[in-house]
């Protein structure tokens, strides 16, 4: 089963041939063929079969009334499926294959390995409460979010799902050994948020408005169902709370060898993590830099922290804080378009909406892409994280400052324009379907982070000739914002490592986003929990400095004939590969990445 997120999913279409098991030495044509068959088995078989939602989330119906299971003998049968299929795709001879080919078998390999990684080592299901409960949520949410069916339809999926969850929680309680207690915290933390959705919008999805159900059968069905979820959660929660914390004792860290082994696996990273910990505290003290010289210019009688006050003030409030980030998307397409930053294939916008219950812990603002064999519900939901009304007023005020003038605009630009939506839109002419399936993070973050700079470098709400003071103050602010974002991902790239191989507390990890970071103690505690999991989210800036090194390298090569538009739309057509397969596409050669 999955236990992470992708950019965007994609499977191979069935193939109208089979062929016989891989042989050592092939002609071109036999190891092509070969390695499309053995990749479409692969989606179809593992990749699908053992992760069900993820069918659903890529517009793949037929797998909607599935639901992942957590068994501990199932786990085993996904752990052989993927040795057998590194077994295979390993005996692929990559030089009878051309060179984009060659890539993509790799990225396969590499996928295949990280999954053993995680399944044999890092092994989630058993340290995690959170993937049980929440992922259950998700399952239900991704048939719940889109109308890409009738309701009663959708109703009936929903139905068949929910029957199995139940038993998912049960194989928790069978699985769950010693996890971290920040892991059983934050299970905790979400629960009542899934409870709640089951309660409240699960049921106002289906059986209210004038897009409500009618299926009389399946209605009385979901009663049942949905009553038996909620039941579960409740249970699940209870024991949580009684069984599982006070004897949630166990480790989060990663260590060096297995973090390293992910990053290999997952960013086709190897660079030691002593050299990557220098790379992060060097654009940390860059930015860091930079951010003081703006905060002087702001109010040279001011200090950094004193002006970085300041801009937390200015923000929306908290019911208009969707419609603010609506109202950047004009201004944003505006300029993209005339200052030819890169093309962007649809007129059509995202939605705005509030983040999903089961992800509002660990995150402020993301972008939900529709799956690519959506025929039917092609809108993309820009996600963003709002006050709880259990929230005190210092909660409140303290989580809402995270979104303050500057940092409004970076994240526009990072999770739309032309952040992750514009790359979403671009999907249908990436270069192979491998590359539409399988995203390296520092490619799909790493570009997000990417944009956020450079369009304040070229010149996105800069002031103009002949401003007003205001206006330049507010345009320096907007640069003060993005500047704390760069921080708040240098912050996560030296976390990341410090986390996973124990130079680091969870209380020392928050204080560093609060002093070296520049975040709220709100947002850093977010940030912590999140990182003890998400252990490699160094790929923001990790990712960004190697496409800023990526068209350095070839601004150098191309001289004068260089143009940023098509750098970025040649960026866009490799995919979601890792940027050391597009560095060898576009520059032609096997440079370091940094």
């Given at each position: 089963?999955?236990?992470?997120?992708?950019?965007?999913?994609?499977?191979?279409?069935?193939?109208?041939?089979?062929?016989a098991a891989p042989a050592q030495h092939l002609s071109a044509d036999g190891a092509l063929q070969t390695f499309?068959?053995?990749?479409?088995?692969?989606?179809?078989?593992?990749?699908?079969?053992?992760?069900?939602?993820?069918?659903?989330?890529?517009?793949?119906?037929?797998?909607?009334?599935?639901?992942?299971?957590?068994?501990?003998?199932?786990?085993?049968?996904?752990?052989?499926?993927?040795?057998?299929?590194?077994?295979?795709?390993?005996?692929?001879?990559?030089?009878?294959?051309?060179?984009?080919?060659?890539?993509?078998?790799?990225?396969?390999?590499?996928?295949?390995?990280?999954?053993?990684?995680?399944?044999?080592?890092?092994?989630?299901?058993?340290?995690?409460?959170?993937?049980?409960?929440?992922?259950?949520?998700?399952?239900?949410?991704?048939?719940?979010?889109?109308?890409?069916?009738?309701?009663?339809?959708?109703?009936?999926?929903?139905?068949?799902?929910?029957?199995?969850?139940?038993?998912?929680?049960?194989?928790?309680?069978?699985?769950?050994?010693?996890?971290?207690?920040?892991?059983?915290?934050?299970?905790?933390?979400?629960?009542?948020?899934?409870?709640?959705?089951?309660?409240?919008?699960?049921?106002?999805?289906?059986?209210?408005?004038?897009?409500?159900?009618?299926?009389?059968?399946?209605?009385?069905?979901?009663?049942?169902?949905?009553?038996?979820?909620?039941d579960a959660l409740k249970s699940y929660a209870a024991w949580l709370r009684s069984d599982l914390l006070p004897?949630?004792?166990?480790?989060?860290?990663?260590?060096?060898?297995?973090?390293?082994?992910?990053?290999?696996?997952?960013?086709?990273?190897?660079?030691?993590?002593?050299?990557?910990?220098?790379?992060?505290?060097?654009?940390?003290?860059?930015?860091?830099?930079?951010?003081?010289?703006?905060?002087?210019?702001?109010?040279?009688?001011?200090?950094?922290?004193?002006?970085?006050?300041?801009?937390?003030?200015?923000?929306?409030?908290?019911?208009?804080?969707?419609?603010?980030?609506?109202?950047?998307?004009?201004?944003?397409?505006?300029?993209?378009?005339?200052?030819?930053?890169?093309?962007?294939?649809?007129?059509?916008?995202?939605?705005?909406?509030?983040?999903?219950?089961?992800?509002?812990?660990?995150?402020?603002?993301?972008?939900?892409?529709?799956?690519?064999?959506?025929?039917?519900?092609?809108?993309?939901?820009?996600?963003?994280?709002?006050?709880?009304?259990?929230?005190?007023?210092?909660?409140?005020?303290?989580?809402?400052?995270?979104?303050?003038?500057?940092?409004?605009?970076?994240?526009?630009?990072?999770?739309?324009?032309?952040?992750?939506?514009?790359?979403?839109?671009?999907?249908?002419?990436?270069?192979?379907?491998?590359?539409?399936?399988?995203?390296?993070?520092?490619?799909?973050?790493?570009?997000?982070?990417?944009?956020?700079?450079?369009?304040?470098?070229?010149?996105?709400?800069?002031?103009?000739?002949?401003?007003?003071?205001?206006?330049?103050?507010?345009?320096?602010?907007?640069?003060?914002?993005?500047?704390?974002?760069?921080?708040?991902?240098?912050?996560?790239?030296?976390?990341?490592?410090?986390?996973?191989?124990?130079?680091?507390?969870?209380?020392?990890?928050?204080?560093?986003?609060?002093?070296?970071?520049?975040?709220?103690?709100?947002?850093?505690?977010?940030?912590?929990?999140?990182?003890?999991?998400?252990?490699?989210?160094?790929?923001?800036?990790?990712?960004?400095?190697?496409?800023?090194?990526?068209?350095?390298?070839?601004?150098?090569?191309?001289?004068?004939?260089?143009?940023?538009?098509?750098?970025?739309?040649?960026?866009?057509?490799?995919?979601?590969?890792?940027?050391?397969?597009?560095?060898?596409?576009?520059?032609?050669?096997?440079?370091?990445?940094?």
């Amino acid at each position: 089963m999955r236990f992470y997120n992708l950019a965007a999913l994609l499977v191979l279409g069935t193939l109208i041939f089979t062929l016989a098991a891989p042989a050592q030495h092939l002609s071109a044509d036999g190891a092509l063929q070969t390695f499309n068959f053995l990749a479409d088995q692969y989606f179809s078989e593992v990749y699908f079969h053992f992760g069900p939602t993820a069918g659903t989330q890529a517009g793949l119906h037929q797998y909607d009334i599935q639901l992942e299971d957590y068994s501990a003998a199932n786990i085993q049968k996904e752990i052989a499926a993927l040795h057998t299929y590194e077994k295979k795709i390993e005996a692929i001879d990559a030089s009878a294959l051309d060179a984009s080919i060659a890539a993509d078998r790799l990225i396969l390999l590499n996928n295949i390995r990280s999954q053993l990684l995680s399944l044999e080592v890092i092994r989630p299901s058993e340290k995690n409460p959170d993937i049980y409960s929440s992922g259950i949520t998700n399952s239900a949410f991704v048939i719940m979010e889109r109308p890409y069916a009738s309701p009663n339809i959708r109703l009936r999926s929903l139905v068949a799902r929910e029957k199995l969850m139940p038993e998912v929680l049960l194989e928790a309680r069978k699985n769950l050994k010693n996890p971290p207690k920040i892991y059983t915290e934050i299970a905790l933390e979400q629960i009542d948020g899934n409870i709640s959705f089951f309660q409240t919008d699960v049921p106002s999805a289906f059986l209210s408005g004038t897009d409500a159900a009618t299926d009389a059968e399946a209605k009385a069905a979901f009663a049942k169902t949905n009553a038996a979820v909620i039941d579960a959660l409740k249970s699940y929660a209870a024991w949580l709370r009684s069984d599982l914390l006070p004897g949630s004792n166990g480790d989060y860290k990663l260590g060096a060898a297995t973090f390293a082994k992910k990053l290999s696996y997952d960013e086709m990273v190897d660079i030691p993590l002593d050299r990557l910990l220098q790379i992060a505290f060097d654009d940390l003290h860059k930015n860091q830099a930079e951010f003081a010289r703006v905060a002087k210019e702001i109010d040279p009688t001011k200090t950094p922290q004193e002006v970085l006050s300041e801009l937390a003030s200015i923000h929306p409030a908290p019911d208009k804080l969707l419609s603010t980030f609506q109202d950047t998307f004009s201004s944003l397409i505006t300029f993209i378009d005339t200052h030819h930053i890169i093309t962007i294939p649809s007129q059509v916008e995202p939605t705005l909406e509030e983040t999903p219950p089961f992800m509002r812990a660990t995150t402020f603002a993301s972008m939900d892409p529709p799956g690519p064999f959506e025929t039917h519900s092609n809108k993309a939901y820009f996600n963003v994280t709002l006050p709880e009304k259990s929230w005190t007023a210092p909660h409140v005020a303290e989580h809402i400052a995270a979104f303050n003038v500057g940092t409004i605009i970076s994240t526009s630009v990072h999770e739309a324009y032309p952040g992750h939506y514009v790359q979403f839109l671009w999907t249908p002419q990436f270069p192979s379907t491998i590359r539409k399936v399988l995203g390296a993070n520092t490619n799909i973050e790493g570009w997000a982070h990417y944009t956020e700079q450079m369009m304040l470098d070229q010149g996105y709400a800069a002031a103009p000739p002949d401003a007003t003071p205001a206006q330049i103050r507010e345009a320096k602010l907007i640069r003060l914002g993005q500047l704390q974002d760069a921080l708040l991902r240098d912050a996560r790239f030296v976390n990341s490592i410090k986390l996973h191989t124990g130079q680091f507390t969870f209380d020392q990890a928050v204080d560093f986003f609060v002093t070296e970071g520049y975040q709220s103690h709100a947002a850093g505690l977010v940030e912590t929990k999140r990182g003890t999991a998400d252990a490699t989210y160094l790929y923001y800036t990790l990712g960004k400095l190697e496409i800023m090194k990526l068209r350095t390298d070839l601004m150098k090569k191309q001289g004068a004939a260089f143009n940023l538009e098509d750098f970025h739309n040649n960026f866009m057509r490799q995919g979601f590969a890792p940027i050391k397969i597009i560095r060898k596409a576009m520059l032609h050669d096997d440079s370091p990445v940094l």
